[in-house]
């Protein structure tokens, strides 16, 4: 009776086993399907984001003239929007550490819809700032999200994926202009342009709820290479703060700067200045797909070094060949392909120094939001103010700066690299 008993158990315990392995074989087999669905939706998530944050440049003139307001005001768009962007990248990265990621996304992406359908018929001034605002959160939480998810889902493989997120960035924002230019010659008007938008990245928000959320990475609070220094922190957001403003700014303005420069004695047509920015923003989205190879073989701080040297030489070609339409295409060009990889490659850079959690992203993000918010409001007031060269001016005062902060950052995480490289030998021998 006790060896029957003893059979009777061995053999519920090996059915157990084997439910439980054909259980994890089945979890194992779902989880690669899993992480593309995820992809997926990162990666249509900032074809949103591109979409949404590259259509305030071609719209500009005519949210203007919907709330009776001058260019110099209508810099106060951006500002409302990059406030916005600010707010929800602090407080979007401390709800990721908190909420399952892929359902704040989702409420982010809805607030973008509803914001995109009230832009184009909101004809008081401060109403619409408080649209613009609410558009700006929404964008500020979701480009936290998407960076903060992919590097807690692949974490030192992130680099050429880092890469391929922001050139989806690069195909909205590529794209955005097109369909403002198409809405203008088609007699649409912006607000067609707007609700295309709307519809074309409402569908997203249903995906994105539907699937799981990665966890966030376990930091352990008594080792020291584990917290992420304030020092650090501070000098990776100000090169986000310079980087972003230049992007931005030269994104957002470079529509009405060709307006305004006379080329053979008078400025661009709107709907060529239109495919101007579209170019601009296509230069850095093909650059992105360049780049991804490029992040899987090279150091960071070289591709940076690379990329900010490249955004200084064509803004020189445009500062020295000014009134000429080829140098300012070729220099529009030149700078997109330069930019192409400088976002994404940051964030590595940092990955590699400091362990990377939701209110660490939001952190570097702020620093995003405010150079987003800050220098395109100055370049409006320097436009009308000293005109439009005084724009090509501070770019090349901006990225000079920034320049010097990454190279400031080289020289302040030399040592701190070279401490953890036997930690990291030590950890691949291990494996």
Same mark, same amino acid.
């Given at each position: 009776?006790?060896?029957?008993?003893?059979?009777?158990?061995?053999?519920?315990?090996?059915?157990?086993?084997?439910?439980?392995?054909?259980?994890?074989?089945?979890?194992?087999?779902?989880?690669?399907?899993?992480?593309?669905?995820?992809?997926?939706?990162?990666?249509?998530?900032?074809?949103?984001?591109?979409?949404?944050?590259?259509?305030?440049?071609?719209?500009?003139?005519?949210?203007?003239?919907?709330?009776?307001?001058?260019?110099?005001?209508?810099?106060?768009?951006?500002?409302?929007?990059?406030?916005?962007?600010?707010?929800?990248?602090?407080?979007?990265?401390?709800?990721?550490?908190?909420?399952?990621?892929?359902?704040?996304m989702a409420g982010t992406i809805t607030m973008m819809v509803i914001a995109l359908?009230?832009?184009?018929?909101?004809?008081?001034?401060?109403?619409?700032?408080?649209?613009?605002?609410?558009?700006?959160?929404?964008?500020?939480?979701?480009?936290?999200?998407?960076?903060?998810?992919?590097?807690?889902?692949?974490?030192?493989?992130?680099?050429?994926?880092?890469?391929?997120?922001?050139?989806?960035?690069?195909?909205g924002s590529f794209l955005s202009p097109i369909i403002v230019a198409q809405a203008?010659?088609?007699?649409?008007?912006i607000r067609w342009a707007y609700w295309v938008l709307a519809l074309a990245i409402?569908?997203?928000?249903?995906?994105?709820?539907?699937?799981?959320?990665?966890?966030?990475?376990?930091?352990?609070?008594?080792?020291?290479?584990?917290?992420?220094?304030?020092?650090?922190?501070?000098?990776?957001?100000?090169?986000?703060?310079?980087?972003?403003?230049?992007?931005?700014?030269?994104?957002?303005?470079?529509?009405?700067?060709?307006?305004?420069?006379?080329?053979? /004695?008078?400025?661009? +047509?709107?709907?060529?200045?239109?495919?101007?920015?579209?170019? &601009?923003? *296509?230069? !850095? =989205? $093909?650059?992105?797909?360049?780049?991804?190879?490029?992040?899987?073989?090279?150091?960071?701080?070289?591709?940076?070094?690379?990329?900010?040297?490249?955004?200084?030489?064509?803004?020189?070609?445009?500062?020295?060949?000014?009134?000429?339409?080829?140098?300012?295409?070729?220099?529009?060009?030149?700078?997109?392909?330069?930019?192409?990889?400088?976002?994404?490659?940051?964030?590595?850079?940092?990955?590699?120094?400091?362990?990377?959690?939701?209110?660490?992203?939001?952190?570097?993000?702020?620093?995003?939001?405010?150079?987003?918010?800050?220098?395109?409001?100055?370049? /409006?007031?320097?436009? +009308?103010?000293?005109?439009?060269?005084?724009?090509?001016?501070? &770019?090349? *005062?901006? !990225? =000079? $700066?920034?320049?010097?902060?990454?190279?400031?950052?080289?020289?302040?995480?030399?040592?701190?690299?070279?401490?953890?490289?036997?930690?990291?030998?030590?950890?691949?021998?291990?494996?």
């Amino acid at each position: 009776m006790a060896n029957t008993a003893t059979d009777k158990t061995s053999q519920n315990k090996n059915s157990r086993d084997k439910i439980s392995i054909e259980i994890n074989t089945e979890g194992e087999k779902d989880q690669p399907q899993t992480q593309r669905r995820q992809l997926f939706g990162y990666y249509a998530a900032y074809v949103a984001l591109g979409l949404v944050g590259a259509s305030l440049g071609p719209t500009l003139p005519g949210l203007a003239e919907n709330t009776g307001v001058g260019l110099g005001e209508a810099g106060l768009f951006f500002t409302s929007r990059s406030l916005g962007y600010t707010l929800g990248s602090l407080y979007g990265g401390r709800a990721y550490d908190r909420l399952p990621g892929h359902t704040l996304m989702a409420g982010t992406i809805t607030m973008m819809v509803i914001a995109l359908g009230l832009a184009p018929v909101t004809a008081v001034f401060w109403i619409l700032l408080v649209v613009l605002f609410a558009m700006g959160v929404g964008e500020g939480t979701l480009d936290v999200g998407g960076n903060t998810l992919l590097l807690w889902q692949y974490r030192q493989r992130v680099g050429p994926y880092m890469n391929a997120l922001h050139f989806f960035f690069g195909a909205g924002s590529f794209l955005s202009p097109i369909i403002v230019a198409q809405a203008l010659e088609l007699g649409g008007g912006i607000r067609w342009a707007y609700w295309v938008l709307a519809l074309a990245i409402a569908p997203l928000a249903l995906w994105l709820a539907r699937l799981p959320s990665p966890g966030a990475p376990t930091i352990r609070k008594d080792d020291p290479d584990s917290r992420a220094r304030p020092l650090l922190i501070f000098l990776v957001a100000a090169f986000f703060f310079l980087y972003v403003g230049t992007e931005a700014g030269f994104g957002g303005w470079v529509f009405t700067y060709a307006k305004a420069v006379p080329f053979n /004695g008078a400025g661009l +047509e709107s709907a060529t200045a239109a495919y101007l920015t579209s170019a &601009f923003w *296509g230069a !850095l =989205t $093909l650059g992105r797909l360049l780049s991804i190879p490029l992040a899987a073989r090279l150091r960071p701080s070289v591709l940076l070094l690379v990329d900010l040297v490249g955004c200084l030489l064509s803004l020189g070609a445009i500062l020295i060949w000014q009134g000429a339409t080829l140098a300012l295409w070729a220099g529009a060009i030149g700078l997109g392909a330069s930019m192409a990889s400088i976002f994404p490659t940051m964030l590595s850079f940092a990955e590699r120094r400091m362990p990377i959690s939701g209110r660490t992203t939001g952190l570097f993000f702020v620093g995003v939001g405010s150079g987003a918010m800050s220098v395109p409001w100055l370049v /409006g007031q320097l436009f +009308e103010a000293s005109g439009p060269l005084a724009m090509i001016y501070l &770019f090349l *005062g901006v !990225l =000079t $700066l920034d320049l010097v902060v990454l190279l400031v950052l080289l020289f302040t995480t030399q040592r701190r690299v070279s401490r953890q490289s036997p930690k990291s030998l030590q950890s691949s021998v291990s494996d």
